[in-house]
């Protein structure tokens, strides 16, 4: 089946740090994977996706590398600011038939940022 | 582009009634699904609508129902609310080709 792991939270860092999040993930098939932020109150914000083996997606000083071989989309960040302190959700999308429509999402991880 | 839209952004009803939730997708997007986010369970696929068919749905009693018009305009009702069903329902659009989704808002429900 399809399925997202993602490290759990909380995680808190000061600010200027370096961030990962881990994600892994099984699939049927060969998915895209994405990376969504959710801020207090609000609803999902795509950062960034990739859709093929060794494609990185970046946004906002976000990277994450598509692994095939680990099944792997590491979330990354060098220099992290207190702006960035939300919720973030790993999830895939696999290929067609009954998986249509649908996004297959991680528990999230809460980061707080300290100045 | 506007984004997505959902209204009302916030509910409050009580066990027993019924509710609706209206979601306006971004201009030209035909999809529409719709997701479930509560702290225990996590984010929870409910269903997804391409042009006014329902083409996929996820695990949740018939209770939970949805449409979608020809503007693509998409609404999700649940009867017979339960204390269970307080959570913030968030609905995403995308185009017919791609697999990216867009986020609305979200509608945060409390049933008492």
């Known amino acids: 089946g399809n399925s997202v792991t993602q490290m759990e939270g909380p995680v808190t860092l000061s600010e200027e740090a370096f961030l990962t999040i881990n994600c892994t993930y099984t699939a049927t098939g060969y998915p895209s994977l994405f990376w969504y932020v959710q801020y207090p109150g609000e609803g999902l914000q795509l950062l960034l996706k990739?859709?093929?083996?060794?494609d990185k997606g970046s946004n906002k000083g976000f990277e994450a590398t598509y692994r095939k071989e680990t099944t792997s989309f590491h979330l990354e960040k060098g220099s992290v600011q207190v702006s960035d302190s939300a919720v973030y959700f790993c999830a895939l999308s696999a290929r067609g038939g009954s998986t249509l429509g649908r996004l297959y999402f991680g528990r999230g991880t809460q980061l707080t940022v300290w100045p | 582009k506007a984004g997505v839209t959902q209204t009302p952004r916030y509910l409050i009803k009580t066990r027993g009634q019924q509710v609706t939730l209206s979601c306006s997708p971004i201009?030209?997007?035909?999809?529409v699904s719709w997701y479930q986010q509560t702290p225990g369970q996590g984010l929870q696929f409910l269903f997804e609508?391409?042009?006014?068919?329902?083409?996929n749905k996820g695990n949740f009693p018939g209770r939970f129902s949805g449409r979608q018009f020809s503007n693509s305009r998409s609404e999700m009702n649940v009867s017979t609310l339960e204390l269970g069903d307080s959570a913030l329902y968030l609905c995403?659009?995308?185009?017919?080709?791609?697999?990216?989704?867009?986020f609305g808002p979200g509608t945060r429900l409390t049933v008492l």
């Open positions: 201009s030209g997007h035909r999809s």
């Open positions: 995403a659009s995308r185009d017919g080709g791609g697999d990216t989704q867009y």
């Open positions: 990739a859709t093929k083996a060794d």
């Open positions: 609508y391409f042009s006014e068919t329902q083409r």
